[in-house]
């Protein structure tokens, strides 16, 4: 299953990441740590809940596809 990426698209597309599904789970986005763009496209580190996980956004303009890559999670037992 492709990663689904939830954005808010105002003037371009994509904005801001609000949410992402990543192996059959939802994540919200908490803070964008860092934008870049490069001529490919558009990427985003992101923090993300639960689990206060961080994850690797790009999307690829020509191919108008997401891709994600999991950088860690520090979940807790609580």
């Known amino acids: ?7 808010y698209a105002g003037s371009t597309y994509p904005e801001s990441p609000r949410a992402l599904t990543w192996q059959e789970q939802r994540f919200r986005v908490e803070e964008i740590i860092q ?3 490069e001529p490919a496209g558009v990427g ?3 923090r993300c809940s639960p689990g206060d996980c961080l994850f690797d956004l790009f999307y690829l303009i020509e191919e108008d596809q997401w891709q994600v890559q999991p950088k860690g999670c520090m979940i807790t037992d609580e």
């Open 44 to 46: 985003f580190l992101v």
């Open 35 to 37: 934008r870049r763009r």
């Open 1 to 7: 299953m492709n990663p689904i990426v939830e954005c």
